[in-house]
């Protein structure tokens, strides 16, 4: 069965090209299946070059599909964006005020309906240049930081962030 829809989807390859995006954007929708299930797929369909190329468009897709619903579709372009593993949380650098953030650091527990401003506990709001968030731990306990002052790079060390 497995060998005779691999060679359908191979005598149809420009539909199956269209199917296979089609699916990764339901599947950012309604997030129904992982997305890694999909990319086996598309591998073992169209090969390794083609079943990549497909996979990475999907996720451009579902990127931006998942800004759209986040409300900063052509609003915002967060460079430094993460989300949590477990619990969801959504983390954002807004580099530039829009209409529902101001400029700075700022996480959403519920899927981005609301937003609350992170505390950087003293540095400007513009100072957080990249982020990362721990795949099952809310509080990141060990922390490295760069400054750079008087053209000399200084390192620092910080424990216990969290929001």
Not at 77 to 90: L, P, Q, S
């Amino acid at each position: 069965m497995k060998e005779q829809i691999i060679a359908l989807l191979n005598t149809y390859e420009n539909a199956a090209y269209l199917i296979s995006i089609v699916i990764n954007i339901i599947i950012s929708i309604l997030g129904l299946v992982p997305s890694v299930f999909l990319t086996a797929a598309n591998l073992a369909v169209f090969g390794f070059w083609k079943g990549t190329f497909l996979s990475f468009a999907g996720q451009a897709f579902k990127a931006i599909v998942s800004l759209m619903n986040l409300g900063f579709y052509k609003e915002s372009d967060f460079h430094y964006m993460t989300v949590g593993y477990k619990g969801h949380t959504i983390y954002v650098v807004n580099q530039e005020e829009n209409k529902t953030l101001g400029q700075g650091g700022f996480y959403s527990k519920d899927d981005g309906k609301t937003w609350l401003q992170s505390q950087l506990n003293g540095l400007p709001q513009t100072a957080a240049g990249t982020i990362a968030a721990h795949p099952t731990d809310a509080c990141t306990y060990q922390t490295i930081i760069r400054f750079k002052t008087e053209g000399r790079d200084i390192f620092g060390r910080i424990l216990g962030i969290c929001c």
